[in-house]
């Protein structure tokens, strides 16, 4: 069964599978109104589309958490801060894992094209600066409600979403704080004041 793909254009092709196909491309600007009206499964961005390439991926997370997004570049300069963005993926433009990073981003799962995921956790290691990540506004109201004790399936009866998208939420705190699980996400919410 082939995807809703919508694909921020960049630079080079990509090499997509029919599945895969593009529903429809698009610009980095006009990204999240397309992703609010096509019932899309998926949106890769193409980071060689340039810097407004990396604010769509922040975009996306920020006003439609529930909508998976691969980043997908030339090199792996770029990955450490995309994944902050929120992004579900990454993967390099010539890898032949891209359909695979894809496919398991538009089911949900975290996925990063081959040696990836080393490399984002060596440069998570390298120093942080120690600074409270920015939380959305919804993320937020999802951390004070994980911190009450709240299962993702009560946070989103009480504030109208499905639980796919609190969990993407919760995924994405734990990315951005830098923490392993639920436990220690609400330790850090506790210690930093955030809940």
Do not use: C, W
């Amino acid at each position: 069964m082939a995807l809703a793909v919508v694909l921020v254009a960049g630079g080079s092709a990509l090499d997509l599978p029919a599945d895969l196909a593009p529903t429809r491309t698009v610009r980095s600007a006009e990204v999240v109104a397309v992703a609010r009206t096509l019932p899309a499964d998926v949106v890769i961005v193409d980071l060689d589309a340039g810097p407004p390439a990396t604010t769509a991926v922040g975009l996306l997370a920020a006003e439609l958490p529930a909508v998976p997004v691969v980043a997908v570049a030339s090199s792996p300069g770029q990955v450490l801060d995309v994944v902050r963005a929120g992004a579900t993926g990454y993967v390099l433009r010539t890898d032949p894992a891209l359909p695979q990073v894809v496919r398991a981003a538009a089911a949900g799962v975290t996925a990063f094209g081959d040696g990836l995921a080393t490399h984002v956790l060596d440069a998570a290691a390298q120093g942080p600066d120690g600074a409270v990540p920015h939380l959305t506004g919804r993320e937020t109201d999802v951390l004070r409600l994980v911190v009450e004790g709240l299962t993702s399936r009560q946070i989103a009866t009480r504030l109208v979403l499905s639980p796919r998208t609190v969990e993407n939420h919760i995924q994405r705190m734990l990315r951005k704080v830098d923490v392993p699980g639920r436990a220690a996400l609400v330790r850090y919410a506790i210690e930093h004041g955030l809940a």
